[in-house]
């Protein structure tokens, strides 16, 4: 019974992945489908399917090809009827949609199948050595807080079994102190890959919430595609206009400037951050920026160019720029990086002009394998 129920629920998770793939791309550009942080799954509403079975009633003679009607009329109702939006409350049932938990695990897998991502190729040898308490057993001294309950009380039990002082009619157990036994632990060092993610992301005055919106959709499913791959991986936000400065999260999606654009003040605090906090021997680097394409000015763009040729890419092992459409940009920051850069390994630049073309963007940031 046990198999057959397995075997149902594999089939039905199947189901889920087919409906999933088929859909990625709706689902990847709803930014309500994405997770609250601290949360390891997401909610996908599915239309919910109804077998078909023989239900009692009396048609009164209102059958298929019977009573009044033209042809093209609607059987059992008006034209009006299931519409949504118009007439009053009614008592019939309406259309059903099922909504599946989706880990974000399983999810980062059907998205790296459907878009042919390959897995991570970690940079570097070196890895950071973590440290983890591993229950491996009892003893019969230790802290009260690690006290066994279940193997206190079957000692005792055996103990008063074996005096015959146990009467089953009346079940009292009282352990004594050689009955006591306490969990014990062992400290296992653990290597870890580790890797950590910096957005950058332009607020001036011509990056609209349209803009910003898909930025964060777009954030989210790297993030979720590259924790995938790490165990250990840390995210750091930079936003900027004429300056910039790292903050959290929440602040990130919601900051709104109006000031101008130097995008060189945004690489000086990621490569500054870079030098303070994550050495690039024992850390995985990748660096995301997303702007509308406006720089202050040429000698601007030449020093984000150095920036980028001498302390960024050296250390990093990915960087890509995407550059979101919006109507008071001049989008031509990155026709100056593909003519610097042209076909650079580590260097990736994306357009991503609506939300239908975040998909293909998550495709071209992550296809190298990086």
């Not at 009053?88 to 099922?98: F, I, R, S, V």
Request: proline residues 5%.
């Amino acid at each position: 019974m046990i198999s057959r129920i397995e075997q149902d629920h594999s089939r039905f998770r199947e189901i889920i992945r087919g409906k999933i793939r088929q859909n990625l791309r709706k689902y990847i550009s709803r930014g309500d489908l994405i997770a609250p942080k601290g949360q390891g799954s997401v909610t996908i509403p599915m239309p919910q399917i109804n077998i078909p079975r023989f239900v009692f009633g009396d048609n009164s003679g209102q059958g298929v090809g019977q009573g009044e009607g033209d042809a093209g009329d609607p059987v059992g109702g008006s034209p009006k009827d299931g519409q949504s939006g118009s007439g009053k409350a009614g008592e019939g049932e309406g259309h059903k949609a099922l909504e599946v938990e989706v880990s974000l695990e399983e999810l980062a897998e059907i998205m790296g199948e459907e878009l042919g991502l390959p897995n991570i190729q970690r940079r570097g040898t070196q890895s950071l050595e973590t440290k983890k308490d591993r229950y491996v057993g009892l003893r019969s001294s230790g802290p009260e807080s690690l006290r066994s309950f279940k193997a206190t009380f079957k000692r005792a039990l055996r103990r008063q079994v074996a005096m015959g002082t146990y009467d089953p009619r009346r079940p009292v157990i009282v352990p004594i102190r050689e009955d006591r036994r306490y969990r014990s632990w062992r400290t296992d060092p653990r290597p870890q890959s580790n890797a950590v993610i910096i957005y950058m992301m332009d607020v001036s005055g011509s990056m609209g919430d349209e803009q910003k919106e898909m930025v964060r959709i777009e954030s989210f499913w790297i993030d979720t595609w590259l924790r995938s791959q790490y165990k250990g991986l840390e995210s750091r936000f930079i936003i900027h206009d004429a300056t910039a400065r790292v903050v959290e999260r929440e602040v990130f999606f919601r900051t709104r400037e109006s000031g101008g654009t130097m995008i060189s003040s945004a690489y000086k605090v990621c490569s500054e951050l870079i030098e303070a906090e994550f050495n690039p021997e024992q850390w995985n680097i990748y660096a995301f920026h997303f702007s509308d394409g406006d720089n202050w000015s040429v000698d601007d763009t030449a020093t984000c160019i150095g920036l980028l040729k001498n302390q960024l890419l050296p250390r990093l092992n990915q960087f890509g720029y995407g550059q979101v459409e919006s109507p008071y940009g001049s989008g031509q920051f990155i026709k100056d990086l593909r003519a610097a850069f042209n076909k650079h390994p580590l260097l990736i630049t994306s357009e991503i002009k609506t939300k239908d073309d975040i998909m293909d963007s998550i495709r071209e940031f992550l296809k190298g394998g990086r």
